[in-house]
């Protein structure tokens, strides 16, 4: 069965510094992997995805993820964070084929702080 | 214009009673779900419409009842509310099923509080 785990619960940043949240998935084949964020008492956004093309993936406000097969990895970073990052993110795999081919599986999330 | 609108956005009530969320999207889309996002921010599908057809029914008590009277639509209906039901309740929409690109478009969320 398809998972993802987030490593981190909680990650902090400065403002202007590097961010990298780390998600490692488990899939017994090819799997579709995305990240979403979710802002304080918004419902959740899609940042990106990955299904198969390119392994680096570039999303939306700068962040970008890059999918690792050897390391069964797909972490996310943003070489600068800003004060407007400040969320939770989901790293996400989408689950078998069949006929739950639109069920995604979410990891607990992690909360990104950034400090001014 | 809000893609896809939840009411209401809280809703606090006693134990044993029964409440409904409802759910709307104007993004022409034909599959819909519910997702329940817990006190740790854990996030689980409940009930997935296509095209007002049940096509995900995850295990969720039975006093949880999904209607969808059109594809535009998808309401949840909690019979016996419990304790444990207390949660944030997600309504989302995508377009088409099997090839979607696992892009959903999320609600702003229904916080349920039972006391």
């Known amino acids: 069965a398809q998972s993802v785990t987030q490593l981190d619960s909680h990650v902090s940043v400065s403002e202007g510094t590097p961010v990298l949240l780390r998600c490692n998935y488990s899939?017994?084949?090819?799997?579709?992997l995305f990240w979403y964020v979710q802002h304080p008492n918004k419902g959740l956004q899609l940042l990106l995805k990955?299904?198969?093309?390119?392994?680096l993936v570039k999303g939306i406000n700068g962040f970008e993820a890059e999918f690792k097969k050897s390391e069964t990895s797909f972490h996310l970073t943003k070489p600068s964070a800003h004060m407007s990052d400040a969320a939770e993110y989901f790293c996400?795999?989408?689950?078998?084929?069949?006929?739950?081919?639109?069920?995604?599986?979410f990891g607990t999330g992690t909360l990104l702080a950034v400090q001014p | 214009d809000t893609a896809v609108s939840q009411t209401p956005k809280y809703l606090v009530t006693q134990m044993g009673n029964d409440k409904s969320i409802k759910c709307e999207q104007n993004?022409?889309?034909?599959?819909m779900y519910w997702y329940k996002q817990d006190s740790k921010k854990f996030l689980k599908i409940m009930f997935s419409?296509?095209?007002?057809?049940?096509?995900i029914n995850e295990t969720v008590p039975n006093r949880f009842s999904p209607k969808s009277p059109d594809k535009a639509h998808l309401n949840l209906h909690i019979n016996s509310l419990e304790l444990g039901d207390s949660a944030v309740y997600f309504c989302?929409?995508?377009?088409?099923?099997?090839?979607?690109?696992?892009?959903?478009?999320f609600g702003e969320g229904s916080r349920l509080t039972v006391l």
């Open positions: 989302a929409s995508s377009l088409g099923t099997g090839s979607y690109s696992g892009e959903l478009f």
């Open positions: 899939s017994s084949y090819s799997p579709s």
């Open positions: 990955y299904t198969s093309a390119a392994t």
């Open positions: 996400v795999v989408r689950g078998e084929w069949g006929g739950a081919t639109n069920k995604l599986i």
């Open positions: 993004l022409g889309h034909d599959t």
């Open positions: 419409y296509n095209n007002k057809e049940l096509i």
